[in-house]
């Protein structure tokens, strides 16, 4: 099976999935982040993998959408409905591994209509992991000037920047700079710059459509080949709970005048496993 994120309404019900589907879920259910497909994303995930900006220090994500929710849009939240993606996009820099603090903020801004009723149509969610390493994830349910999806990777030796703003259509730039002022290269020199076409959208396709598309596409066809020859699916459940702990863990916060949460267990010990989640939540209050 091949499901929308988020993997559930609540971490209670996703660790009651994960549960009950135990090892065979690994095999039998594959989470929707198209991100994994993307192939500026995974040019980015490359770099990072070879060392190119050294340790990574600080990661910005932004989505801003260029219209609001559809009439009759149901949500359970900017944060948990929205930026759920930008914290796939964080924790695929870092292994899935989950941070250590989770800090969000939220506002309304009177220009913007908030037809989903989610209260608010702007987010800022902070997270930082037990390295120091942090990731701030900006989301927007409006930017009239056009659909708006890009990060910003700064390591110890480099940094990387994908998708910058392009207007309402326009191609997909990975660029790889190094240099920080020791050793040959000069500061900010430009190594590699990569683009990638966006697709040609129709009047009936979503905002999402021509960036996404080509990852869409991908996604599709590794799940069937995947499901053929009975190979465990990625992005799975593990990436489902995950994301959907911080995200809520985010939303919670973020309704909550920016408290910060500590993503451990009561006994100090690390949250390994979504029963683990689902007790955290319960006893934090951001079930």
Request: proline share 6%.
């Amino acid at each position: 099976m091949l499901v929308e994120k988020p993997l559930a309404n609540s971490i209670a019900e996703a660790a009651d999935f994960c549960g009950k589907l135990g090892e065979r879920g690994r095999r039998l259910v594959q989470v929707g982040f198209q991100r994994h497909f993307d192939a500026a994303a995974r040019t980015a995930l490359r770099w990072v993998a070879d060392g190119q900006i050294g340790t990574l220090q600080q990661s910005h994500h932004v989505l801003q959408d260029k219209n609001p929710t559809p009439v009759g849009y149901q949500s359970c939240g900017i944060t948990a409905d929205m930026a759920i993606h930008l914290v796939f996009e964080a924790m695929s820099l870092r292994g899935f591994r989950l941070p250590r603090q989770v800090q969000a903020l939220q506002y309304l801004s009177p220009p913007y209509d908030d037809r989903a009723g989610e209260g608010a149509n702007i987010v800022h969610v902070f997270c930082q992991w037990a390295d120091g390493s942090l990731a701030h994830m900006w989301g927007s349910r409006i930017n009239g000037t056009g659909y708006d999806n890009r990060f910003t990777l700064t390591g110890t030796v480099g940094r990387i920047d994908v998708g910058e703003f392009a207007g309402d259509f326009g191609p997909i730039a990975a660029k790889l700079w190094r240099g920080t002022g020791e050793g040959p290269l000069p500061r900010g020199t430009l190594v590699e710059s990569l683009t990638f076409p966006m697709t040609p959208p129709l009047p009936h396709h979503p905002d999402f459509y021509p960036r996404f598309a080509a990852a869409y596409h991908a996604e599709l066809s590794e799940f069937v080949t995947r499901v053929a020859a009975g190979a465990a699916l990625e992005p799975g459940l593990d990436a489902g709970w995950k994301t959907l702990l911080v995200a809520n863990v985010a939303e919670a916060s973020s309704r909550q005048g920016g408290r910060v949460f500590e993503l451990l267990q009561r006994d100090g010990g690390a949250i390994e496993t979504a029963a683990d989640a689902a007790a955290f939540a319960e006893a934090s209050g951001c079930a």
